[in-house]
């Protein structure tokens, strides 16, 4: 399966609402979908896990939706510590797959 | 907690093996699946491989197919990656994951990562 996010680069000023694509070229698999960040220097940190789920300590600004073959994260209000990169991941089959990130940046 | 030994990583060169390690502690480490997960310099992540908590199953990226092999040894909570035939393009930093289920799920915890870097 493969991810493709999009859009690649988003530049966005704090307050502001990020929404980010992940479209996967077949069904996933009971929507097994995940989200994760990745901040320079650090390794990553899981946001959303089957599509919707928030992961524990994650603040309600994320949220995660979409089912089969596309899904989204949404950030509802950019806080200075969201600007990021991020990863969609399927775990529905035997092969995962990441999509390629979307770098959430400054404007 | 997932950490990461440092040994195993380090300058090879093409064609050549190595052989990564990851203790893990702070977890029932025999009821989750690992993965190892990779990430080029400048690049994406990408998921190398995964072997269920007993380690009777074992799945591969097409890319590292037949070259490396995933292992677990239970009894001392370490996780495993021995890697043959490297390539250029397997120059990484490789991080060890916990999964959220006895055969697969998300990653809920990740290693520090360990540097390899295959170059003549």
């Known amino acids: 399966i493969v991810l493709t996010q999009s859009p690649g680069a988003l530049s966005l000023s704090p307050g502001e609402k990020a929404t980010l694509s992940c479209r996967a070229s077949q069904s996933v698999n009971n929507n097994y979908l995940a989200w994760y960040q990745e901040k320079p220097g650090q390794t990553p940190r899981l946001l959303i896990y089957?599509?919707?789920s928030r992961a524990t300590g994650i603040p309600d600004r994320f949220s995660g939706s979409g089912s089969t073959t596309d899904f989204t994260l949404t950030i509802s209000r950019l806080e200075p510590e969201d600007f990021a990169v991020y990863y969609c991941?399927?775990?529905?089959?035997?092969?995962?797959?990441f999509g390629q990130g979307t770098k959430v940046e400054i404007k | 907690e997932l950490q990461q030994l440092d040994s195993g990583g380090g300058l090879v060169q093409p064609g050549g093996s190595l052989r990564l390690s990851c203790a893990a502690s702070?977890?029932?480490?025999?009821?989750?699946?690992m993965s190892w997960v990779r990430q080029a310099p400048g690049k994406g992540l990408e998921w190398v491989s995964t072997?269920?908590?007993?380690?009777?199953?074992?799945f591969y990226a097409d890319s590292v197919m037949g070259r490396f092999t995933i292992s677990r040894d239970n009894f001392n909570n370490t996780l495993n990656l021995q890697m043959y035939s490297l390539r250029v393009e397997d120059t990484a930093v490789y991080y060890c994951a916990k999964l959220s289920w006895y055969t697969s799920g998300w990653i809920d915890s990740w290693g520090r990562g360990t540097l390899v870097t295959v170059s003549s």
């Open positions: 089957g599509a919707s």
């Open positions: 072997i269920s908590g007993g380690g009777g199953g074992t």
């Open positions: 702070g977890f029932t480490f025999n009821s989750y699946a």
């Open positions: 991941q399927q775990y529905g089959s035997s092969s995962w797959t």
